[in-house]
């Protein structure tokens, strides 16, 4: 796998042939199973072919119960400088839950060897969950303020289908996600995170200055970037592409110099309704420049017109050149981004 993930690599240098890749993000699966050495190999692969940041945001996905000490301090040796966590909470029945493997104990231990080690960390927390108390969420939410971690990503519970949690509030073993609930939470994690000096910066991302998540900030700003390995994605503005999800067919497909990859073009039409969809979820909001400079008049008569009810409204706010959500239209940023998109 290692070596077709290279071989991925070579093969598509010249897709950022003119760019400087500010972001290295190790995500999806369990990239902690690799070793330091292992991690500065592949970033090695990434510097002879393609131009680096001379200070690139290097990240790395991980589970509590992947960080043990041992492996913190291994991927302190690597290049890696900022670990993406999956703390969830730090009550077990809430974990048990959502069927993670780790628990609280082992949660609060990782956070507390990891801040020895890394600067540099977000963690992720899950909010409305079915009988969460207040009291509860802002245990959590202190936890992680109290370790000194300068960047939270939280999200509310979602039930997916013909999921363990699906079946058991069907058979009524727990309550459903309630909506109210979930804004009730998302409230308290807007004021107190704003008290503790965070920059709510993103719907679902909280960062201290000079912590913003650079990686995920290029993806709501539109930039270009390529996925690497079984299952990623990939984007240049006007067409997306993503692997085959088979680890084998991915690697025999490498060991012949094929990319197996499936593309898809966006219309004029697809490119406006993302780039409305994540404007609106950042503090940036969208800019009626870039609008009409990108897509044109009709684009731009079509935004104005499509905001006028949420400005009315008190969800949408115009600054300048941008029209952005207010406190009170963040919880419905999806619903109203909807209302802007050409079908």
């Known amino acids: 796998m290692l070596l077709?993930?290279?071989?991925?690599?070579?093969?598509?240098?010249?897709?950022?042939?003119?760019?400087?890749?500010?972001?290295i993000y190790f995500g999806g699966g369990t990239p902690s199973v690799l070793?330091?050495?292992e991690i500065?190999?592949?970033?090695?692969?990434?510097?002879?072919?393609?131009?680096?940041?001379?200070t690139p945001e290097i990240t790395l996905e991980a589970n509590p119960d992947d960080l043990h000490e041992a492996k913190i301090m291994e991927l302190a040796k690597s290049s890696v400088n900022r670990l993406s966590i999956g703390i969830q909470s730090f009550f077990d029945a809430h974990l048990t839950?959502?069927?993670?493997?780790?628990?609280?104990?082992?949660?609060?231990?990782?956070?507390?060897?990891?801040?020895?080690?890394?600067?540099?960390?977000?963690?992720?927390?899950?909010?409305?969950?079915?009988?969460?108390?207040m009291e509860e969420w802002q245990t959590n939410l202190q936890t992680v303020f109290d370790f000194g971690i300068s960047h939270i990503s939280s999200y509310a519970l979602t039930v997916e289908p013909k999921?363990?949690?699906?079946?058991?509030?069907?058979?009524?073993?727990?309550?459903?996600?309630?909506?109210?609930?979930?804004?009730?939470?998302?409230?308290?994690?807007?004021?107190?995170?704003?008290?503790?000096?965070?920059?709510?910066?993103?719907?679902?991302?909280?960062?201290?200055?000079?912590?913003?998540?650079?990686?995920n900030s290029s993806y709501w700003?539109?930039?270009?970037?390529?996925?690497?390995?079984?299952?990623?994605?990939?984007?240049?503005?006007?067409?997306?592409?993503?692997?085959?999800s088979n680890n084998t067919k991915y690697i025999k497909s490498m060991e012949q110099n094929e990319l197996p990859s499936t593309t898809e073009t966006l219309s004029k039409d697809d490119q406006y309704n993302e780039y409305v969809m994540t404007g609106l979820r950042t503090i940036w909001g969208i800019s009626?420049?870039?609008?009409?400079?990108?897509?044109?008049?009709?684009?731009?008569?079509h935004t104005q017109k499509s905001a006028q009810k949420h400005l009315q409204e008190e969800t949408l706010q115009t600054e300048k050149d941008s029209i952005k959500t207010t406190q009170k239209g963040k919880f419905l940023c999806d619903g109203i981004a909807a209302d802007f998109f050409k079908v």
Not at 288 to 301: M, P, R, S, T, V
């Open 4 to 23: 077709a993930l290279q071989k991925e690599l070579e093969l598509r240098r010249e897709e950022l042939a003119t760019t400087t890749v500010e972001t």
């Open 35 to 37: 070793s330091s050495e």
């Open 97 to 133: 839950l959502m069927n993670r493997a780790h628990d609280s104990e082992e949660a609060k231990q990782c956070l507390e060897i990891a801040t020895q080690y890394f600067d540099n960390i977000t963690v992720d927390l899950i909010y409305g969950i079915p009988n969460m108390t």
């Open 40 to 54: 500065n190999q592949l970033l090695a692969v990434v510097s002879e072919n393609y131009t680096v940041s001379e």
């Open 288 to 301: 009626l420049q870039y609008i009409q400079k990108e897509f044109g008049d009709n684009y731009l008569h």
């Open 221 to 244: 700003k539109g930039a270009h970037y390529i996925g690497i390995g079984p299952s990623a994605h990939s984007f240049d503005g006007k067409t997306r592409s993503w692997n085959v």
């Open 163 to 215: 999921t363990a949690l699906e079946k058991f509030i069907r058979q009524g073993k727990y309550q459903n996600v309630s909506e109210e609930a979930s804004l009730a939470h998302f409230n308290v994690l807007v004021q107190e995170a704003e008290k503790q000096g965070f920059v709510h910066y993103e719907i679902s991302n909280f960062g201290k200055p000079n912590y913003f998540s650079k990686h």
